[in-house]
């Protein structure tokens, strides 16, 4: 899968999609990043990219032409235009479907704004799909752009050495994550709990899925959803909410 990314601070994006297991992923030629600067398509010669808003107000908004002309330079050669992720807090909140969803894609460019965002013409001829990753402002786009990126190439093959570890972690399913320990058996004086040590997978897993129910009821209620449940996981779950009363 290769990730482009239009944006003004490209070594931001290369220097971390190089560590860490996308780092491991792009050695191994699963993933492929490019960064590309699209303040190299302005065309004065102090390389401005922004300009004053019409109908005035605060702050500066990025032209049109440098972005419009930066994504057509990369689709130039393609039969099949990827689509365009602009980072926004007006946009879609990223979730583990979308990422799942998104990870079936063979490219996708992702664009970063700044100041107070960029030209509509532009994000109208480009623009497939606006993503947020909460609804929080940060000061560019290439934080949101990193987090997309690293949670989607979770989802793509090859990228993790245990696919089993995505299938299994918060939000793949209906629950939060269950509680991991390894060694040392006894820290500060707290044991990992007894289960886990005594090898009968099917109690372990019974016990994993309660625990995972049980945070996912502490911390994330609105994500369960009873209808959806196996005989097994209603019988935990209405054994859980009897301890609550």
Not at 189 to 206: F, Q, R, S
Request: charged letters at 30%; glycine letters at 8%; hydrophobic letters at 40%.
């Amino acid at each position: 899968m290769k990730f482009t990314v239009m944006t003004l601070f490209p070594d931001m994006i290369l220097q971390a999609a190089s560590a860490s297991i996308m780092g491991r992923a792009i050695e191994a030629g699963v993933l492929e990043v490019e960064a590309v600067d699209f303040r190299e398509y302005t065309h004065n010669k102090f390389k401005h990219v922004d300009d004053y808003p019409f109908g005035g107000g605060a702050g500066m908004v990025i032209q049109a032409a440098p972005v419009y002309e930066c994504w057509q330079d990369i689709v130039k050669d393609k039969e099949k235009k990827p689509r365009v992720l602009y980072m926004s807090p007006k946009g879609k909140v990223l979730t583990q479907q979308m990422a799942r969803e998104l990870a079936q894609e063979e490219e996708l460019i992702l664009l970063c704004g700044h100041y107070e965002g960029i030209d509509q013409r532009a994000l109208d001829l480009i623009v497939t799909d606006e993503v947020s990753i909460g609804d929080y402002v940060l000061t560019g786009g290439e934080l949101p752009a990193l987090v997309v990126m690293d949670t989607v190439s979770r989802m793509v093959g090859g990228v993790l050495g245990n696919q089993e570890s995505a299938e299994d972690e918060s939000f793949s399913g209906m629950y939060l994550e269950y509680p991991q320990y390894t060694r040392p058996r006894v820290f500060e004086g707290m044991e990992v709990p007894e289960v886990l040590l005594n090898g009968n997978h099917a109690a372990i897993d019974e016990w994993r899925l309660e625990e995972a129910m049980k945070l996912t009821m502490e911390r994330r209620p609105e994500l369960i959803d009873p209808d959806k449940m196996s005989i097994k996981e209603r019988k935990i779950y209405n054994r859980l909410l009897e301890k609550d009363r």
